[in-house]
């Protein structure tokens, strides 16, 4: 597995909680390359003490993914700039490819980073998977659809995780529409996850301005979309937003990561009932419904007779 340097991304968050833990940042929406240069800089000159972790690169082919079983392997999804890649960087202290300077980039390959929790459990695998949302102007992106939810399910591991990010500066999308929430959708209907996240990135901060208007579109998001994952034990962390210049702190680095990672040993410790697909029983037609039925009155009377 190779390793990569790039850069990170520009706006931050600090995990708040809600319905659990909180700390990190993630959206690399807005941000201009230099300011990613500028970040990428400053995350590179602050020290660490959380070991980095390992990062791969898969190209986008028809072949599913080939899942380690001895790990724990948590698939990260969202519209292109809601901070999944930001929020990988952190809890794995690693800089895979974010940003304008690295887009393109990103959006040819599926890319992980493999870590170790404290706790002395299984690693962590987390997945960074392209927008599939624009694959109507990448026709190259449709094979990432099937890498993360091949037609022959046999042929993959069922995932141990999904983090599904969404970013709440963005006026409220209709996510019945939105094409990586129906990923999430046909995972769920395989039933081929086990544990669900929801990352709400951008989260304003105390006293902003604009805190309202997120607190609102946000219920809206979890009466309107979530709320049939939350009620079986899905669950929702807020984002906070964070200043470029924190990053040359190496303590508030530190926190940032320690966080993500708070994130993640959350979601690993809680549970999500899968919900229970009703089978329907074909009719019987024709011919073979008369056949039963003849079959049945002649099974009948043999028992009466024998009687």
């Not at 998977?129 to 591991?157: C, F, M, W, Y």
């Not at 019987?284 to 008369?290: D, E, S």
């Amino acid at each position: 597995m190779a390793s990569h340097t790039a850069n990170t991304p520009g706006t931050s968050t600090a995990i708040n909680e809600h319905n659990v833990v909180g700390d990190d940042r993630g959206n690399e929406a807005g941000v201009t390359a230099p300011e990613a240069n500028e970040e990428g800089e400053r995350r590179s000159d602050a020290m660490s003490a959380i070991p980095m972790g390992v990062t791969a690169n898969f190209p986008l082919d028809d072949t599913p993914l080939i899942l380690d079983e001895g790990k724990e392997n948590i698939l990260v999804i969202g519209e292109t700039g809601c901070g999944k890649t930001t929020f990988i960087n952190f809890a794995a202290n690693v800089e895979l490819p974010v940003g304008h300077t690295s887009l393109e980039r990103c959006t040819k390959t599926i890319q992980s980073a493999t870590f170790q929790l404290q706790d002395g459990s299984a690693p962590v695998v987390l997945y960074d998977v392209p927008d599939v949302g624009t694959e109507k102007d990448e026709p190259g992106l449709r094979s990432a659809r099937g890498q993360i939810v091949p037609v022959d399910h046999n042929q993959q591991p069922a995932w141990t995780a999904v983090i599904y990010i969404i970013n709440i500066t963005k006026k409220r999308a209709d996510l019945s529409t939105e094409d990586n929430f129906q990923v999430l959708k046909d995972l769920e209907k395989r039933q081929r996850i086990h544990k669900l996240l929801f990352l709400v990135s951008e989260w304003p901060r105390d006293g902003d301005n604009s805190h309202q208007i997120a607190s609102e579109r946000l219920k809206e998001y979890e009466g309107t979309y979530l709320q049939t994952y939350l009620s079986r034990g899905a669950k929702v962390h807020k984002l906070s937003q964070f200043k470029l210049e924190e990053l040359d702190n190496n303590r508030k680095l530190e926190d940032l990561q320690t966080n993500a990672r708070t994130v993640v040993e959350a979601l690993l410790q809680s549970s999500f009932t899968a919900k229970v697909v009703d089978v329907e029983v074909p009719k019987l037609k024709g011919k073979v419904r008369w056949n039963c039925r003849r079959l049945l009155s002649v099974l009948f009377k043999w028992l009466r007779r024998d009687s």
